[in-house]
């Protein structure tokens, strides 16, 4: 069932699954086109919706969960993957932290489904947008929103040498500084997200000149009151920070 | 590059500094120099002496950085930017070995940097300062990087001399500035008509051979006393160094340290920007490409990090520095006190990048000002 | 061509794999070149950069006897790059370096009396050292041991603990804060055994190497009972990295502890060891 030829060391098994998200992670796979030539010589895509409708079954070596946990339905689903899979990692800010669809967290779901559903009953939803974190155990993370596909790549890579990734904790600002870029805090005055952000994206917006919008979420052990104060100097108002 | 007293100075036309950059690429060096770029002045390479900050100055102060007009016809006006010469021998990032398998074995080969001529005009006497620091880092320890010194090897450094200081230096505390006075191939001074040129070097008096210089008029180097000495007695921050070390030793414990921790972003940029901070990690990284028949290969590399980083004093489950006051403490101990026991020198020159380029403006010349007072 | 990198690793082969528990296990390796092993001649307390090719490097003790062809690590699995070096056995191969940083002083100990305290898993840079006075028993005067573990599996190399116990003029002096039904030793933290080390405060050298609270209440202890500073010697822990000096993660104040240390006299370290955050 491997589907190497024979010889071949056996390849690893890959499964992507979707669960609350857009999909725009599966994408940064997707596009990792001159990569995947050569890495199917190495792993085997065996479940992958969004590449092929043909899917084999488990278990799995390596699995990239992306969305997050929404209704009962996908609660139980991500416990299946879990068993399925050797090693699980959750790509995407969804699958890590809950995704933007997390802010329901905050709100009465049941009012909201009435704002937007004529037959609200027929819908079978979860209160809440959970991590894929809080229903099983993840062994390890990317994040961002989307993902990095070198990121990615280098966790496929360090799978095929049984090792787990090493991807960077720290802020924004040091990939930043490191490309030589100029602060946009510090010279324009925007408000860049930048210092309390976990790196990851190569410093996207600031070497463009753009204040950083913190789609890799937070770093560790970030000091958002900090920038918050700084950013209330620059200009922004309470209604601009959350 | 020698510390011999530089020859007396010569007078280069300001019409005549591209053939400055001129003799440098025809001696095979790549020309940087100061470049406006993003708001700010940042080293970037120079083909033409239009490209530099024409009639620009800066305004900096704690977290801010602004360029503005200066109503002149100077060149040489901003004093720094973010960028130093760090870049340029320390790299941001650097691939130091390739390793392949081999049989049951492995092959580790060292990747020799590629590092060609370059020449580097408009750096400051601070600059000067802490690319010695470096040097002694570096070169002058049991294990000299190879990597550092084929860089070194290869720079040709014009400096120019600091007639004005940004509101955030603070080289005449720290005996660095505003005058370069070794280190150089080539230091000038901006006048009006033109520029004062001095060799530092026989590199330097080589390429001054190559320049149409006239010899400099009393009156102009009158001037240039003037400027440096009005520079010097102008400049408005400060730092007390005659009780460094011991009096960061003896407040370890100071309340300050919480204080400044609920201000610091913790994100590094400081040591970043700082021209001496020289923290890097290393770590392998799989080569992304078709991998060989034998398996896959990587690379060893190392990139700038920062005591800043949670990570960077994590043991295991342990993590000797885990509040941000305690990595605030660590560097400003290490920048001003402990280096000076581990390399016998400053870790600070003075040059007020860290000030400037900090997100919330955190000043560490204040928060020195600050741990001398008693505690509350 | 310039000097050898002090970056390159050199391949070992391991030769025989021991495990102490799960989690803890010592690599016997071989240097595969012929003329690599006089560059690794050591002092027991010295360590090497481990390196798994294309993963990382840790920084590990050695912990065989300097006279000894073959070079001994004993490795806890903690994390990535030492959870692939769990996987390996005999005929693998590993890269080293080194080897780096200060040793025990062997040398200043001679015809001393020596004290030896370790605490938790952090015995195994100094069970080397231990093994090298029992085997030149002649210089050294009377060895006492004391060792603290959190739970009774923590304790490894028990029968080299046993071995030392029956040696003439050798004290051991072992204790756990969670005894089970089979420990026959000392219940309890081991800070409460240093009242009874005996010890002649003109003959004797103290070694250390576990959690700096320990040896915080160590030196408090044995230098109240007139032990001198300079005396006291102790194992550091911190980042290691580069192992050379360079890369400024294993700091402690003016110390890189990759090469000034890991082992300190108590005098050099003393003002900044205890501060919290360090």
Redesign the interface.
Known sequence: MSGSAPGEPRRLRLAVHKFASCDGCQLQILNLEDELLWLSRRIEIAYFLEWSSRSLEGPYDLALVEGSITTPRDAERIRQVREQTRTLITIGACATAGGIQALRNWADVEEWKRQVYPEPRWLEVLPTSTPISAHVRVDDEIHGCPVNKEQVLRVIVRALLGTRPDLPSHSVCLECKRQGHVCVVVARGLPCMGPVTRAGCGALCPGLARDCYACFGPCDDPNPEALAARFQDLGLGAADRV | MTGAKPAPAQFLARADLQRLLEALRARGYRVMGPVP????V?FDEVRSVDELPRGLREAQEP????LEPNGRDTVFDVVN???SLK?YVFA??EK??Q?E?EG???R???LHPDAPKLAVIGVRACDLAALSVQDR??LE???P??YYAARRRQLFLVAVNCTRSASTCFCVSMATGPEATQGFDLALTEQEWGFLVRAGSALGREVQQALPLTPAPEAALARERTSLETCAATMQRKLETADLPEVL?RN??HPRWHDVG????????CT??CPTC?????????L????DEAG???V?V??????F??????????N???????RY??WL??KL??WI??FGTSGCVGCGRCI??????IDLTEEMRALREPGA | MTVRSPLLPEPAEIVEKRSYGPSIHAYRLRLLAADARPRFDFVPGQFNMVYVPGVGEVAISISSDPEEEMLEHTIRIVGRTTRVIDGLGPGDVLGLRGPYGTGWPLQEARWKDVVVVTGGLGCAPVTGAIDYMFRRRANYGRLTIVHGVKKPSDLIHRERFEYWRRQEDARVLLTTDEPDRAWRDRSGVVTELFDEIEFDPSRTVLLMCGPEIMMHYAIQNLRGRGLASDRIFLSIERNMKCAVGLCGHCQLGPEFVCKDGPIFRLTRVERLLFTRGL
């Open positions: 770029r993003d708001g700010a940042v977290g801010r950085y602004r930017g973010p960028g870049p941001p990032r130091l070995l390793v398998p049951r074995s492995f580790a080969q060292e880092i570096f320890g049991r294990y990087d190879s030793y370890l414990e609920s201000r610091c972003l913790s994100c590094g940029n970043m920007v020289f923290c890097h990690d290393e770590k392998d990284e799989p992304l490409g078709e991998p896959v290969r990587s060893r190392r990139e700038w990090d920062s005591c980083n949670r990570e960077h004093a994590q043991v295991y489950g342990l000797y520095r885990p509040k941000i006051e305690d403490r660590q101990v290490h006190a402990s026991d581990q400037t380029w900090c997100p919330v403006g």
